[in-house]
């Protein structure tokens, strides 16, 4: 019996888990077809919205409590530690990640009662979730400023919630994918053949790609590819581009002796790397017009001011990197699109700012959609 041939356009975090964890099935043919992996194909640039990411994984720290939008998080959250270890295990080292959890600082008192209530609930879920005095809040991240945004109330501490280097893991997801018999397509989709409701092969650059399944994880690219597959969709997919800054910093030692946590708040990120290596990130800028947000000064300063503010002994770090991406938004609908597109083809985009934390998530459900579709 042939196998079933199924193609992913798009080689960013998503596309990458979804081509891995399809790669275990033995009688699936995976080809991942990727326009930035032209240059080589185990190796990209970074991707347009993966480049964005800080890689912080708000899974059980997430104010989400039901339906799909927790139990994404909560597949992904669970999914992460085994993930990792498969990873390391397969390639023969590490993957870079920070599982000292995730510390948020909370800046009103009167918000205690919702995060009690919210500990309470992920404890009976099964997650930990410690809410820690100002006080105490020094204990785990002891370079945190207890007067920014006028004042500490306390903070909230999630041990379960982790960080991962969203380019390394995306290689690695690459890499290991090929390991277990994917290929990758360096090619850009030039156009797709259709046979009433399903897709039968596409056109690339490379050459005519045949496929029996198609999965769309092409961030922003996705809207224009599920209108050549789907013209008469009755709800189009429309993404908006997001942009994100940040910024890798390096101290001459880090912040701490003590193993350091993610740190959070007033939606800025403070990622620590090891050896005095920090991200700060991100800003979210979205267009004023018809075209993509383009990075500037401005918003970019004003994230750096909150975190100096946080944690005042950043202003003396040395600047190492600086980059930026754009999020796919979706418009008119909620965040991810996992969805048919047609009788053989699926929407695995629209992850916004949180494609690294559902990645495992939805490339499970791609591959049970797969697993349960017609021949």
Same mark, same amino acid.
């Given at each position: 019996?042939?196998?079933?041939?199924?193609?992913?356009?798009?080689?960013?975090?998503?596309?990458?888990?979804?081509?891995?964890?399809?790669?275990?099935?033995?009688?699936?043919?995976?080809?991942?077809?990727?326009?930035?992996?032209?240059?080589?194909?185990?190796?990209?640039?970074?991707?347009?919205?993966?480049?964005?990411?800080?890689?912080?994984?708000?899974?059980?720290?997430?104010?989400?409590?039901?339906?799909?939008?927790?139990?994404?998080?909560?597949?992904?959250?669970?999914?992460?530690?085994?993930?990792?270890?498969?990873?390391?295990?397969?390639?023969?080292?590490?993957?870079?990640?920070?599982?000292?959890?995730?510390?948020?600082?909370?800046?009103?008192?009167?918000?205690?009662?919702?995060?009690?209530?919210?500990?309470?609930?992920?404890?009976?879920?099964?997650?930990?979730?410690?809410?820690?005095?100002?006080?105490?809040?020094?204990?785990?991240?002891?370079?945190?400023?207890?007067?920014?945004?006028?004042?500490?109330?306390?903070?909230?501490?999630?041990?379960?919630?982790?960080?991962?280097?969203?380019?390394?893991?995306?290689?690695?997801?690459?890499?290991?994918?090929?390991?277990?018999?994917?290929?990758?397509?360096?090619?850009?989709?030039?156009?797709?053949?259709?046979?009433?409701?399903?897709?039968?092969?596409?056109?690339?650059?490379?050459?005519?790609? *045949?496929?029996?399944? !198609?999965?769309?994880?092409?961030?922003?690219?996705?809207?224009? &590819? /599920?209108? #050549?597959? %789907?013209?008469?969709?009755?709800?189009?997919l429309k993404l908006q581009p997001v942009l994100g800054q940040a910024q890798r910093l390096r101290l001459p030692r880090p912040?701490?002796?003590?193993?350091?946590?993610?740190?959070?708040?007033?939606?800025?990120?403070?990622?620590?790397?090891?050896?005095?290596?920090?991200?700060?990130g991100a800003t979210v800028e979205f267009p004023a017009g018809a075209e993509p947000p383009v990075a500037d000064g401005a918003?970019?300063?004003?994230?750096?001011?909150?975190?100096?503010?946080?944690?005042?002994?950043?202003?003396?770090?040395?600047?190492?990197?600086?980059?930026?991406?754009?999020?796919?938004?979706?418009?008119?609908?909620?965040?991810?699109?996992?969805?048919?597109?047609? *009788?053989?083809?699926? !929407?695995?985009?629209?992850?916004?700012?949180?494609?690294?934390? &559902? /990645?495992? #998530?939805? %490339?499970?459900?791609?591959?049970?959609?797969?697993?349960?579709?017609?021949?």
């Open positions: 019996m042939s196998r079933m041939r199924i193609a992913i356009a798009g080689g960013g975090v998503v596309g990458a888990m979804i081509a891995y964890e399809l790669s275990g099935q033995p009688d699936w043919q995976i080809t991942l077809i990727d326009p930035q992996a032209i240059a080589s194909p185990l190796l990209p640039d970074r991707p347009t919205s993966t480049g964005a990411a800080l890689g912080v994984l708000m899974g059980a720290i997430s104010k989400k409590t039901k339906g799909r939008a927790w139990n994404l998080r909560r597949d992904s959250i669970q999914r992460y530690p085994h993930l990792i270890q498969d990873l390391e295990t397969l390639l023969d080292r590490p993957i870079p990640h920070n599982s000292n959890g995730i510390l948020k600082l909370v800046f009103t008192e009167a918000d205690r009662p919702g995060w009690d209530a919210l500990a309470a609930l992920r404890k009976s879920q099964g997650f930990e979730l410690e809410l820690l005095s100002a006080s105490a809040v020094l204990d785990r991240f002891p370079a945190v400023n207890l007067a920014a945004m006028d004042g500490v109330a306390f903070g909230i501490f999630s041990p379960q919630d982790w960080q991962v280097q969203p380019l390394a893991l995306t290689v690695a997801l690459r890499e290991a994918a090929v390991k277990r018999g994917a290929t990758i397509a360096p090619a850009q989709i030039t156009g797709v053949q259709t046979a009433g409701d399903r897709v039968v092969s596409l056109t690339t650059t490379a050459g005519e790609l *045949a496929c029996d399944r !198609l999965v769309v994880a092409a961030g922003l690219g996705s809207a224009d &590819l /599920a209108r #050549a597959i %789907a013209p008469d969709a009755a709800k189009p912040l701490s002796d003590r193993p350091e946590p993610v740190l959070t708040g007033n939606d800025i990120h403070i990622v620590p790397l090891g050896g005095g290596d920090y991200w700060v918003e970019w300063d004003a994230v750096w001011q909150g975190a100096i503010d946080l944690v005042p002994a950043l202003a003396q770090a040395e600047m190492v990197e600086t980059w930026s991406g754009l999020r796919p938004r979706p418009v008119e609908r909620s965040a991810p699109v996992i969805e048919p597109l047609n *009788a053989n083809s699926w !929407l695995a985009t629209g992850h916004y700012r949180n494609g690294v934390l &559902l /990645a495992p #998530a939805t %490339a499970q459900l791609i591959r049970e959609a797969i697993a349960q579709s017609s021949p």
